[in-house]
């Protein structure tokens, strides 16, 4: 290509358009997702994978790559030394080690936080200004554990949290009333994964709350079929863990989802893991993450909801909060 007659280079102050980096951290089934939906969607300018593994790491690099003739350009640089990551807007971190079947979930923590360990401060140090968002498991005590290494504002310490399982959640009433996931407003909150807490006073549809929308649509929705739901969310996990033995699309799109709503300063409110001391009754004193509805936008955490929630939800959530404590309390950070 050869410039026009009249080409003059652009001015400082146009050229350096400030570019969007994204950083992620484990090249493993959930990192790819995530890195090949944030490509698709077109939300970063550059991508940094961070691995153990570094023929895997090349190779998930190189095929991502060859992607180019069908993406929107997107600089992709990788490797094993995080420093690769500096100046990032974004870390969004899935390293873990993967759970032994029969391995007790304590052991695998601690795993996961030596692993964290190495991780966690070179990014910090590499990124100052980044938001990080915690996907490995157990993520609520992972992102306490991220935020205590990063030294970073717990505005900017974001775990995944209850995401994936509201949108599991969303998509069973949604089905369960014939409308669009999109249209149907639920949340858990809590701890993420098995003992997280569905608030079903916060299902409304076309702006109807839960149960009149639910019985006004000539479908018997009584506890029962609410406790069958949120079962189900449960079980969903389960049944593909079983089926394909791990997560991927559902949680890379969840995780997608939240970078958008955080890097192009949405604000809308999603369940995420955030350091809820103070909320419901949480003592000011212990520092636990678990999900609560949150406003995000580009500074990370913008405000947290007050939820009316029921004694019973209040009660899930004080037992959640203490057991992690426990559990934080154990890893003398
Ligand atoms: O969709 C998943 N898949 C995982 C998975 C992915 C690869 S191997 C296992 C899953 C599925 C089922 C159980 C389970 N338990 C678990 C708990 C603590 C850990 F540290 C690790 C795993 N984890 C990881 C995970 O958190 C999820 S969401 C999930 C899990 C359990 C209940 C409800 C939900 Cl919405």
């Not at 961070?50 to 790491?57: C, T």
């Not at 991780?119 to 140090?125: D, H, K, N, S």
């Amino acid at each position: 290509f050869r410039p026009v007659a009249d080409d003059s280079p652009l001015t400082p102050s146009t050229a350096h358009r400030r570019l969007t980096k994204i950083s992620v951290i484990g090249a493993g089934n959930v990192g790819m997702a995530i890195a090949q939906t944030i490509l698709t969607q077109n939300l970063a300018d550059e991508i940094a994978l961070v691995d153990a593994l570094p023929d895997k790491l090349r190779g998930e690099a190189l095929d991502l790559q060859h992607a180019a003739a069908f993406l929107p350009r997107v600089r992709i640089v990788s490797g094993t030394d995080p420093a690769v990551t500096k100046n990032s807007d974004l870390v969004i971190v899935t390293a873990g080690a993967r759970q032994i079947p029969g391995e007790t979930r304590l052991n695998l923590l601690q795993r996961n936080v030596a692993l964290y360990r190495k991780i966690v401060p070179p990014v910090a140090e590499h990124s100052p200004d980044a938001l990080l968002l915690v996907v490995s498991n157990p993520v609520d005590v992972l992102t306490y554990v991220a935020w205590k290494l990063s030294g970073f504002p717990a505005s900017r310490v974001i775990g995944s949290g209850t995401n994936l399982d509201s949108s599991r959640f969303r998509f069973l009433v949604a089905e369960h009333l014939d409308v669009n996931a999109q249209d149907v407003q639920a949340y858990m909150v809590g701890e993420h994964g098995d003992s997280s807490v569905a608030i079903w006073s916060s299902i409304s549809v076309g702006g109807m709350p839960a149960f009149k929308s639910l019985r006004d649509s000539h479908h018997s929705f009584d506890e029962a079929a609410l406790e069958g739901i949120r079962r189900a969310v449960v079980g969903g996990a389960y049944e593909v863990i079983g089926l394909k033995g791990y997560t991927s699309w559902a949680i890379g799109y969840s995780v997608a989802s939240l970078t958008t709503s955080l890097l192009r300063d949405q604000r809308r409110v999603h369940p995420v893991s955030v350091l809820a001391s103070g909320f419901h009754g949480i003592s000011d004193g212990h520092e636990v993450f678990l999900s609560l509805p949150a406003r995000l936008g580009r500074g990370g955490i913008l405000g947290v909801a007050e939820m009316d929630l029921t004694e019973a939800e209040v009660v899930q959530l004080r037992r959640s909060a203490k057991t992690l404590w426990e559990n934080c309390q154990l890893l003398g950070l």
